[in-house]
């Protein structure tokens, strides 16, 4: 009787999750099969694929190029990640002091996250130009101009704080919900020992969010090797390609050269090592909480 009960809702429960399993099946089993078999492969669009076995992955190895962009991708990340984090977290700890207005302030900063990245893109380039508004305003205070995106040393400075703006108001709410689920006694307890402000904070409030703050720099990480939109606007990958990405190389192969068995074979080695730097991240900064 029990075992029939556990077939029923075995089936129950296949019925209700079939929708989302054929939904990942064509939209995301498929490509990724169909990757696998271009990653080894050589294919012009035309014809049926021919089996070229570790062929494209011995290219990446001697393509100067595609590492030059995997390099631009590591030097984004020593910007990006410090920057949004600290920026959400001041964000998060602000809003949690709000006492009126906190959806209005939240929905503010989430208006960039849902923006066109090509119509922001457009307008950054406009606001940073050499002879755009903020460059005026600089000459105007230091009789000097900043090249924001025609130097190789500040482009990619430049892409990454565009990347903060649109993302704090995300990050920062990730990180709000695990402020305000932090039990209030916890503090109250703490007060009552003597500490002060940054006690708290250093010894209470960032070691509680610890999952939080784990989680945004899954995303930020994941984001950084796929970022495509910003720099491909901007600066078309230049100056001197020091914001070539790696999405950008894949475009360029896939959809300039017509060839997709390689740009299928990055794809899978960028992720491979992203999904390494995650794992590694998550080992080092991932700790067990609990709050009682």
Do not use: C, H
């Amino acid at each position: 009787m029990v075992t029939k009960m556990r077939k029923r809702e075995a089936r129950k429960g296949l019925l209700i999750s079939s929708t989302y399993l054929v939904y990942a099946a064509i939209f995301w089993g498929y490509p990724f099969i169909w990757l696998v078999i271009l990653a080894f492969s050589r294919w012009r669009y035309v014809g049926t694929p021919r089996f070229a076995g570790f062929r494209n992955f011995l290219r990446i190895l001697y393509d100067p190029i595609f590492w030059k962009s995997f390099f631009n991708v590591l030097n984004f990340l020593t910007y990006y990640i410090p920057i949004v984090l600290i920026f959400s977290l001041l964000f998060a700890l602000a809003l949690s002091k709000l006492k009126y207005g906190k959806t209005f302030v939240a929905l503010s900063f989430l208006v960039a996250n849902v923006s066109s990245g090509v119509a922001y893109s457009i307008m950054f380039s406009k606001l940073f130009a050499e002879n755009g508004p903020l460059n005026q305003l600089v000459y105007r205070l230091f009789n000097t101009t900043i090249p924001w995106f025609t130097s190789p040393q500040l482009a990619m400075f430049s892409i990454s704080l565009i990347v903060v703006w649109k993302f704090i108001g995300y990050y920062g709410l990730i990180l709000y919900a695990g402020i305000i689920s932090i039990p209030k006694s916890i503090y109250e307890a703490a007060e009552l020992d003597g500490a002060n402000k940054y006690v708290k904070f250093f010894k209470i409030t960032l070691p509680l969010l610890n999952p939080s703050i784990v989680m945004v720099l899954v995303f930020a990480i994941s984001l950084s090797f796929g970022i495509f939109t910003e720099p491909y606007m901007i600066t078309g990958g230049g100056p001197m390609r020091s914001t070539l990405m790696p999405m950008m190389v894949m475009y360029t192969s896939a959809f300039q050269k017509l060839d997709p068995t390689y740009a299928a074979t990055m794809s899978i080695f960028t992720a491979i090592f992203s999904f390494g730097i995650i794992w590694i991240t998550r080992k080092l900064l991932e700790r067990e909480v609990e709050i009682v």
